[in-house]
């Protein structure tokens, strides 16, 4: 299985400080994915990566990707109480494997 | 229109019930997906329609049966459960490559008595 880990497994801070996820898979990726999703509803996608690239920004969001540590960082900087939720890293694999395949996730909390 | 829906948000049933879970987008796509998530996990693969035919099953007990009526609805039917069965199904889809991102429903919170 290549799913993700995700580190750490719970994460609280103060709301205006940057938050940072990790995520290490286990197999070569096509491309990692970054989800968010509200206790008990559906995910919302963040930010797609491809293999050959190292870092994408989306808003107060940044994506960095390793492939030769197979792991992915999320930083959300100036956090607001609307950011929590947890944040999965999800994997596609290298020939086209149809599945995306989740990591264990991060349970972030913004306090006020 | 970027939204996808699913009925109903909850579901009780006991275990000799037969119940059908809808989904539904009009963004075109033409991957579908079934997850099913528990507490404090990570969803987890159940089914992949690709262009309307079943392209993955991921060992799936059978009391959980698919179905891709057109290439805008999926229905998940469901019969003869066990409470264990009791999660969160997640219904999604996207455009047409199986690697890009997946637009997701709220999902359906199943328990079984």
């Known amino acids: 299985s290549q799913q993700g880990e995700e580190d750490p497994q719970a994460l609280s801070i103060q709301e205006g400080e940057n938050a940072t996820m990790n995520c290490s898979y286990k197999?070569?990726?096509?491309?990692l994915q970054w989800y968010r999703q509200n206790s008990g509803r559906g995910l919302v996608h963040l930010i797609l990566?491809?293999?050959?690239?190292r870092e994408k920004h989306s808003g107060r969001l940044r994506v960095t990707l390793d492939t030769s540590k197979k792991s992915s960082s999320l930083l959300i900087t100036a956090s607001r109480a609307a950011d929590t939720a947890s944040y999965f890293c999800?994997?596609?694999?290298?020939?086209?494997?149809?599945?995306?395949?989740f990591g264990t996730g991060t349970r972030l909390t913004i306090i006020p | 229109d970027t939204e996808v829906t699913q009925t109903p948000k909850h579901l009780v049933m006991g275990m000799t019930n037969k119940k059908s879970l809808k989904c539904e987008q009009h963004?075109?796509?033409?991957?579908m997906y079934w997850y099913k998530q528990k507490a404090k996990k990570p969803p987890e693969l159940m089914f992949v329609?690709?262009?309307?035919?079943?392209?993955i099953n991921e060992s799936v007990p059978s009391r959980f049966s698919p179905e891709c009526p057109n290439s805008s609805l999926l229905n998940l039917h469901l019969h003869a459960l066990q409470p264990e069965d009791s999660a969160l199904y997640l219904c999604?889809?996207?455009?047409?490559?199986?690697?890009?991102?997946?637009?997701f429903g709220p999902g359906t919170r199943l328990l079984v008595l």
């Open positions: 999800a994997t596609v694999g290298e020939f086209g494997n149809e599945k995306l395949t």
């Open positions: 329609y690709s262009y309307e035919k079943l392209s």
């Open positions: 999604a889809s996207s455009r047409r490559d199986r690697q890009e991102t997946q637009y």
């Open positions: 963004m075109g796509h033409r991957a």
């Open positions: 197999t070569s990726i096509n491309n």
């Open positions: 990566i491809r293999s050959n690239e």
